[in-house]
């Protein structure tokens, strides 16, 4: 992740913090590391969908648009298909 990215994510994560007890802002800290740590070694996808996306010889981008934690939009830019064999 970029560190323009990741700073901009610590300060609206910092933003939510204010209105939290200790021990809630510290599981909300732990939690957040965690989904850092995830999005910098590329574990944001489940074992089946990389499965498919293997399987499918993908070459792409995927893209989810998120709020309070659910997706509301994703999608992919197509085109990056490739045939075997070519």
């Not at 560190?3 to 599981?27: A, T, W």
């Amino acid at each position: 992740m970029n560190s323009s990215l990741e700073g901009f994510l610590c300060q609206v994560y910092n933003l939510g913090k204010s209105h939290m007890s200790s021990s809630e802002s510290e599981s909300e800290e732990s939690n957040f590391v965690e989904f850092r740590r995830k999005v910098r070694s590329a574990e944001v996808l489940s074992a089946a969908m990389e499965r498919l996306l293997w399987s499918l010889h993908f070459t792409g981008r995927l893209s989810l648009v998120v709020q309070n934690g659910r997706v509301l939009k994703s999608g992919y830019e197509e085109g990056y298909f490739r045939q075997l064999g070519l």
